[in-house]
């Protein structure tokens, strides 16, 4: 089977889930109601937004000056640093600080599923729990997250009921506070119990090491605070040049992602837990981790900000809200992207992962700009796509059917592929038909 054989099976089935549709349209009107309700009351925004874009801007053209300054940073501040260039390496060196047998939970992170994480360590013998709600479902469910924010916005709340009642051997209503609070219970201990936490980064401040992490259930604070090792990874593009920058990302960010004017949590961490308290004398790991490792993953990023188009890209902060309002997201969810989703995630998955994964996104995408016009960074995501696509044509990835349309013109010059003849004759029948009416 080809790959757009394949991904349009895919499509097909997601089509028929009519239980997705469900829980995907609660999802975005509960969003874009809070959205737009909150925007108004942010004096500044526009301001803001325009500010967040200036230093992505200057970010993207010193990615690896920024990275190594980062690392230098947090080494400065007793944590420990690494710059991994591909997925592998990555994987090599979470590999070498965790090892295995260990318990492990873990916060939402999209590079750490950029790069299948959780999977490797589970696979090197250690037992690995997703405490964020959308991804402990995801877990559960075995599968991959639908959304870059709300990871299991396919998932309605009746489905979770049953997943989380087996769990418990009883029967739970589909009441989402109930549900909630079962989750609390279910993952309470773990997070005493773990010996790693892994987390993602939000955004990181090259000048003083600080990792920011913008949550609202609380659950990568226990992530990055109740466990003896905190292992951080992020993509080169959360490097921003100052901690005065790290802030305007910091408030641009809730509204967009979820609605909302500040974050319920924001956990800034340089270097790992230590005190000074007896004679001055300085010690780790007093009520925090004793160790602190933070990966830096490139994996195609530098690659991206050479090109003059894609790296706008890089701009990305990863709010989500072109998701909820695209078109195409609200029919396909989870199907229109692999871990990055929707028209910004085609270059992602296209350097990321595979250029086979985006080509079937690609050409989904209508390219209407309705992405463009929401994006708080005005990211020109059209644009983007297109020149993806020109990039997947060149290696061979284009729709069957525009190639024969293409052929057809080239030969007959018609889309339908009639000889010349046939067609002049079709045009004497209708014209006769139109002299008929
Ligand atoms: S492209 Fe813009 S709107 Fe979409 S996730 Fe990124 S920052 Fe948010």
Known sequence: MSWFDESRELLISALKDAARRTALARAVEAYTSAKYSVLPSIPDLDELSQQVREVKE???????????????????????????????????????IIGS??????????????????????AKGNRVIETDLGEFIVQLRGETPTHIVNPAIHVPR??????????????????????????????????????????????????????????????????????PVHVCIAGFEKVVPSIRDAFNVVRLLPPYATG?????????????????????????????????????????????????????????????????????????????????FAGIGVPWVMYTRSPQEAAFFAYACTTCGRCRELCPLRIDIPSIVEACRAILREKGFTVPRHMQLAENFLKELNPYGEPKNKRASWLQQSESMRKGF
């Open 58 to 96: 200057k970010a993207v053209q010193m990615l690896e000056e920024l990275a190594k300054q980062a690392k230098e940073s947090i080494e400065r501040a007793s944590g420990h640093a690494y710059i991994a260039r591909t997925a592998e390496e990555a994987l090599k060196i979470a590999e070498q």
């Open 101 to 122: 047998g260990k318990t492990i939970v873990k916060s939402k992170s999209l590079t750490a599923e950029e790069i299948k994480l959780r999977k490797f360590l589970e």
């Open 158 to 227: 009746e489905a979770v009921a049953e997943l989380f009642s087996k769990m418990v051997g009883r029967r739970l209503p589909s009441d989402i506070p109930h549900l909630v609070a079962m989750a609390r219970e279910l993952l309470r201990e773990e997070f005493f119990r773990a010996e790693v936490g892994v987390s993602g980064a939000n955004v990181i401040a090259a000048d003083t090491g600080t990792i920011f992490i913008l949550e609202n259930e609380g659950n990568a604070r226990f992530v990055t605070n109740a466990p």
């Open 260 to 340: 909302i004017m500040m974050a319920g949590y924001v956990s800034m961490i340089t270097g790992p837990s230590k005190t000074a308290d007896i004679e001055k004398t300085v010690a780790y790991g007093v009520h925090g981790p004793k160790e602190l490792h933070v990966i830096l993953l490139d994996n195609g990023r530098i690659e991206m900000a050479k090109h003059p188009v894609l790296r706008e890209a890089l701009y990305c902060i990863r709010c989500g809200g072109c998701l909820y309002e695209c078109p195409i997201y609200r029919i396909l969810d989870g199907f229109f992207g692999a871990n990055y």
